[in-house]
């Protein structure tokens, strides 16, 4: 979910991984010449996630750790192409701090226009819509209190497992 922390953890646990990080909506955005907002105006929500798709496809049997949209694991089979090329970790936060954490959401395409009740409403909307894709994950871990200090605990913990379920599927 936008908001969840994704583009602040994943630079940091590649990083203690020895791996390469990577945000698919920064490499989306740098590969179309426009940003996220722009693609979503003029291709939609499928052009979007048709350029998202070719991206993970491309990733697949790379060595990364990526910073995938919220509606990644939603789409249909990507969810078990991801579950087969990696280990998946859910990022957790109620939609209120969610909210908070996206602000106005004006660079957000999925809650432009829309007042604050609005935009809660749409994240949880988006949360009910998208909890049995994002139950699937391996790992699930709630960035809700998560501020800068615990930063290298949460990192070393999500790493230690991350290894240890890597060793695990062989």
Request: negative net charge; hydrophobic residues 40%; contains cysteine.
């Amino acid at each position: 979910m936008m908001g969840s922390g994704k583009s602040t953890l994943a630079p940091s646990l590649a990083r203690r991984l020895g791996r390469l990080a990577l945000d698919a909506d920064a490499a989306i955005e740098e590969r179309a010449g426009r940003s996220v907002a722009e693609i979503f105006e003029a291709e939609g929500e499928t052009g979007f996630r048709d350029r998202e798709a070719s991206l993970i496809g491309e990733l697949e049997q790379g060595d990364a750790v990526v910073a995938l949209g919220g509606g990644a694991m939603s789409q249909p089979g990507m969810g078990d192409r991801l579950l087969r090329s990696g280990i998946v970790v859910f990022l957790r936060a109620r939609p209120e701090v969610l909210l908070e954490r996206v602000g106005r959401g004006s660079a957000r395409p999925l809650l432009r226009g829309l007042d604050s009740a609005a935009r809660l409403a749409r994240l949880s909307a988006l949360a009910k819509e998208r909890e049995a894709d994002y139950a699937r994950a391996q790992i699930t871990l709630c960035t809700e209190e998560l501020d800068p200090s615990d930063m290298t605990e949460v990192i070393e913990g999500l790493a230690s497992r991350i290894e240890a379920l890597g060793r695990d599927r062989g």
